[in-house]
């Protein structure tokens, strides 16, 4: 893709008012509007035009002007501190809005730049590659390809994780304490918003998975729930867990469609004072109103504008939340383009629920507590090397767990006797080369098997089903 050169002028002029987020969190969309110049004296900005002259005049090997620009951009987003706000180059812009609006090949990951290294910022696109890898937010990335991470530019990692349908690219991943790798095979990720269906068990019971804020979400709610109506539901299920958020006039259109009229929906402000507040309306919603029996849920990846829905519905309809305390994160972002198509975004205020709660790195409380068993946050087997008995690993030991989980007798850390053979008869089972070790076909199945069972058995669902039908 060809590059544009912005001048050093222009540059000086734009990017006193601009800066980037990196996630799919809550956007505010103010892509027409056009950069304006600050205040700042020609003293304040003396230091960068004297710097940028003396690198063109004296260094020692040619640099390339565009570069100098885009390293500048970088540094000053960077200089705010704040995880969300950052400057994008015309490739970086042009895959985040892919990533908003349409499909894109890849692993379904978002990535952000924490203490120097990449870092999963929110859960992945569900069903994604990185989703059924295991991938969770807050993971970090060590290596890509056997190649580290440490230091290198966002965009740098980004491209080398990205790819073409079918190629695999393997993570070194950090977890807390725990590192593993992880082999991915890159696929097209859908950017479908949502998805619904009668619960099997209930027929009166419409359950509506929504996994972003896309552009047209609040029209699919819409159009998700006549549906419902017709099959014969009389109240939902709406489940907002991994959701990382997206567009904030969706969630506000679709919060309202919960709400009584005038009621709010979330507050803006900044430090020290509240500047603006969104009430249900039928300017927000069309008129269309949901009034059967609702909940909601939420899970530890819940963020931004699926917290700014579940805080509404809690606090100002009073409608059962249900699941863990959601993700945190409070503040809102402004998106502006250069005409090279490259973004700035930038935090401008924060965000707090209808009763004037800042949720930032506390999330949204449930009112209902529920959670998956431990077993469904464990990370993914190694593919690299095959488990057999006498191992004794982290890998082994979450082996013993899995296996546990789908009832076979195996505990501790150690590939024992009794692990052997409950790989046995779960080969057996399976219709797999019974070896009593564990490869990569093997893993697969195990980790494809304890999913199916996290769905099956889904806890945190069947609360919320209970709740609807006492």
């Known amino acids: 893709m060809k590059n544009k050169k912005i001048s050093f002028a222009k540059y000086i002029i734009s990017l006193i008012v601009v800066a980037l987020i990196s996630g799919g969190l809550v956007y505010w969309l103010t892509t027409s509007h056009s950069f304006q110049a600050s205040s700042l004296s020609r003293n304040d900005l003396y230091k960068v035009q004297a710097l940028y002259n003396d690198i063109q005049r004296n260094y020692y090997e040619d640099v390339d002007d565009n570069e100098l620009i885009e390293g500048a951009l970088e540094g000053m987003t960077d200089a705010l501190d704040d995880p969300y706000t950052s400057y994008l180059g015309e490739q970086e812009a042009e895959k985040f809005n892919d990533s908003l609006s349409g499909d894109f090949e890849g692993i379904g990951a978002t990535l952000t730049i924490v203490d120097n290294l990449p870092e999963v910022s929110e859960a992945p696109v569900k069903d994604s590659p990185a989703d059924k890898a295991g991938l969770r937010a807050k993971d970090k990335i060590l290596k890509v390809d056997g190649k580290e991470t440490e230091g290198k530019e966002l965009d740098t990692v980004v491209q080398t994780i990205r790819g073409e349908k079918g190629t695999t690219v393997k993570l070194e991943v950090e977890r807390q304490e725990d590192n593993f790798e992880v082999e991915i095979k ?159 975004k930038m935090t401008i205020q924060k965000w707090l629920t209808p009763k004037g709660e800042w949720i930032n790195e506390k999330g949204v409380e449930p009112t209902i507590e529920a959670d998956l068993p431990d077993y469904a946050y464990l990370p993914p087997l190694s593919k690299d090397e095959d488990l057999e008995k006498g191992d004794s690993s982290d890998d082994t030991k979450n082996l013993n767990e899995f296996l546990q989980a789908l009832g076979y007798e195996t505990k501790g850390e150690e590939f024992s006797e009794e692990t052997e053979q409950a790989v046995l008869d779960f080969q057996e089972k399976n219709d797999l080369e019974q070896s009593g070790s564990v490869n990569k076909e093997t893993s697969s199945a195990i980790e494809q098997e304890i999913v199916q069972k996290i769905q099956e058995t889904d806890p945190v669902y069947k609360k919320a089903v209970e709740k609807l039908t006492k």
């Open 186 to 344: 890159r696929d097209t990720i859908p950017l479908e918003s949502l998805n619904y269906e009668l619960d099997e068990d209930h027929q009166d019971i419409g359950s509506i998975e929504i996994a972003s804020f896309n552009e047209n979400t609040a029209q699919e709610l819409r159009d998700a729930i006549k549906s419902l109506r017709k099959q014969g539901a009389e109240s939902f299920v709406i489940d907002m867990r991994q959701n990382p958020g997206g567009y904030l006039d969706q969630v506000e259109e679709m919060a309202s469609m919960f709400l009584e009229d005038g009621k709010k929906i979330v507050q803006f402000g900044t430090d020290d004072e509240i500047t603006s507040e969104s009430k249900a309306s039928e300017r927000l919603d069309g008129g269309f109103k949901v009034n059967e029996p609702t909940t909601v849920l939420v899970d530890k990846q819940s963020a931004s504008a699926s917290e700014i829905f579940a805080a509404a519905l809690k606090e100002s309809a009073d409608i059962p939340i249900v699941g863990t305390n959601t993700f945190g994160k409070g503040t809102v972002q402004s998106v502006n383009d250069f005409s090279d198509n490259s973004e700035v």
